[in-house]
């Protein structure tokens, strides 16, 4: 992740088509905190938003939002929970993977709605977050199961 700490992005969701929300995405992973207030803003049970997700190589299985995203408003193209989205919406396009801790950079996701170095003073760094994401893996990592 240390090389793409410092790495300054803006996407431009205005002009984008709700890529990431409506691709059949698997690492969208919710720790059980944020499974709880997702369902307590949407008024939505778990069982109906949130999925099982199982690595084939480790046998690591992490609970996940199941997608095509069940909180995406068809009709604006907008997030339903957006104040309250997981994780792993807040950092896409980036990837963080719970095991290792590696970030990726997924720019195929915005496409040309990604803008690095912002041409603005807007953007944020994967490094505004890190405390936030270090919690969060830790919590994913505390609540995994393993199969087998
Ligand atoms: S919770 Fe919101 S931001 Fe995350 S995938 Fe669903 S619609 Fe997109």
């Not at 095509?68 to 896409?92: H, I």
Request: one cysteine or more; charged letters at 30%.
């Amino acid at each position: 992740m240390r090389g793409l700490l410092g790495l300054k992005l803006r996407t431009d969701c205005e002009s984008c088509v709700s890529k990431c929300c409506s691709q059949p995405y698997d690492w969208v992973y919710l720790t059980s905190r944020e499974c709880a207030r997702l369902a307590a803003v949407s008024g939505v049970g778990e069982e109906e938003f949130v999925a099982e997700r199982e690595d084939a190589d480790t046998g690591h299985v992490f609970r996940a939002l199941n997608l095509p995203c069940r909180f995406l408003d068809a009709q604006t193209g907008r997030c339903k929970v957006y104040e309250s989205r997981p994780m792993a919406c807040r950092l896409f396009p980036f990837h963080v993977d719970p095991l290792t801790g590696d970030a990726t950079l997924y720019s195929p996701g915005c496409g040309e709605n990604l803008l690095f170095p912002p041409h603005d003073e807007e953007g944020w760094r994967l490094a505004d977050l890190r405390e936030e994401v270090r919690r969060w893996v830790g919590e994913l990592r505390d609540e995994l199961v393993v199969k087998g």
